[in-house]
């Protein structure tokens, strides 16, 4: 069972504007989040994380924000630029659980226009 | 970049056959993890290894073994390949980051085709 959903497989904003992507969890044992960006061909990149003892974490234009209570998480990219276009995954880890071993989410396809 | 390599970077092989891939690090890291990307799936966790010979399965890890003779090298054998093992396979190591948080950094991936 999927413990870490991406309900939006693709998402098209501007150059310029807010893109949002949306990560959801079901396992309450997981204390860290990570956002990474794929681009076609290459490894995952780490993006973004965030602890399960913080609410918002902050790198430049990318932000993340966690919400325990209803295991929810976001990244924020503002202002979005074509270059953002990527896939995106949202992973989560349990401390301790498989040597910290990540569980992804199925991944977003953001597509940034000019 | 956390020097990650993995070879080969592409593979065509045929159904029954032994495949090895290798991931070889140069930052002396504990932690080392084999995954598979499929789409619909996302990345799924196969083996990881927490330190040399200290190796344990995954969530998808029916078919394939791992190895870890040396720090920096973690080998995923397909010992007789299918079909179904035909995927994107990443290599990644874990880096200590604040208090007891780890962060996974990946290497550039193997593409496998089983004919």
């Known amino acids: 069972d999927q413990q870490v959903k991406q309900n939006s497989p693709s998402l098209s904003v501007q150059e310029g504007r807010i893109s949002i992507l949306n990560c959801d969890y079901t396992n309450s044992m997981f204390d860290y989040f990570l956002w990474y960006k794929k681009y076609p061909a290459e490894g995952p990149t780490f993006l973004i994380s965030?602890?399960?003892?913080?609410d918002k974490n902050e790198d430049g234009r990318f932000t993340v924000f966690l919400n325990k209570s209803a295991k929810h998480l976001s990244l924020h990219i503002v202002p979005s630029q074509p270059g953002d276009s990527a896939v995106y995954f949202c992973a989560a880890s349990a401390r301790g659980n498989s040597g910290y071993a990540l569980n992804f989410g199925k991944g977003t396809s953001l597509l940034v226009t000019p | 970049d956390a020097g990650i390599t993995q070879s080969p970077r592409h593979k065509v092989t045929e159904t029954g056959t032994p495949v090895t891939l290798r991931c070889h690090q140069t930052?002396?890291?504990?932690?080392m993890y084999w995954y598979r990307q499929d789409p619909g799936h996302g990345l799924r966790l196969i083996h990881y290894s927490y330190g040399v010979k200290d190796t344990d399965k995954g969530e998808v890890s029916d078919g394939y073994s791992v190895s870890r003779s040396k720090t920096e090298d973690f080998l995923l054998t397909l010992e007789s390949a299918t079909s179904s093992q035909t995927s994107v396979y990443f290599c990644?190591?874990?880096?200590?980051?604040?208090?007891?948080?780890?962060?996974?950094?990946f290497g550039p991936g193997t593409r496998l085709l089983v004919l």
């Open positions: 930052e002396n890291h504990r932690y």
């Open positions: 965030i602890s399960s003892i913080k």
């Open positions: 990644a190591i874990s880096e200590r980051v604040a208090g007891d948080q780890e962060t996974q950094y």
